[in-house]
């Protein structure tokens, strides 16, 4: 069973910048892309920034210009920064790995993390 754990997170000052890492674990063979959504109260879950393998990253509207999204196939780990930080910025955090293989999946599955929360305020 492939798992996905969030760290970071927490309360943020407006002005600075969140910084999140995800880690996937499980006896995976592949990851075709991972990343982060994010769905604030009362909202949709939306796209903060994905990236493939081979580096093709895709960032969300309400980010582009202040986010930068890497990851690290060497242990399946994407870290996402997130600067100029404002109280929209709020939401709770979802990790995502798309198209996963592993050992006895060959077919690509998608999974989700828990979710961190990140609050943006003074």
């Known amino acids: ?9 927490g309360l943020v000052q407006p002005g600075g910048s969140l910084r999140l890492s995800c880690a996937a674990s499980g ?5 075709n892309d991972m990343g982060w959504y994010r769905q604030a ?29 890497s990851r690290d196939d060497g242990n399946y780990t994407v870290n996402l920064e997130v ?6 910025d709020t939401a709770v955090y979802y990790c995502n790995a798309r198209g996963v293989t592993t050992m006895t999946v060959a077919y690509g599955v998608d999974y ?11």
Do not use: C, H, M, Y
């Open 1 to 9: 069973q492939v798992q996905l754990v969030e760290s970071g997170g």
């Open 83 to 88: 600067s100029s930080i404002t109280p929209e």
């Open 41 to 69: 109260p009362g909202k949709q879950r939306e796209l903060v920034a994905t990236i493939a393998t081979g580096g093709r990253a895709n960032f969300g509207d309400s980010v582009k210009g202040r986010v930068t999204v």
């Open 112 to 122: 989700w993390g828990k979710g961190t929360l990140v609050t943006v305020s003074l």
């Open 27 to 31: 006896a995976i063979l592949s990851i």
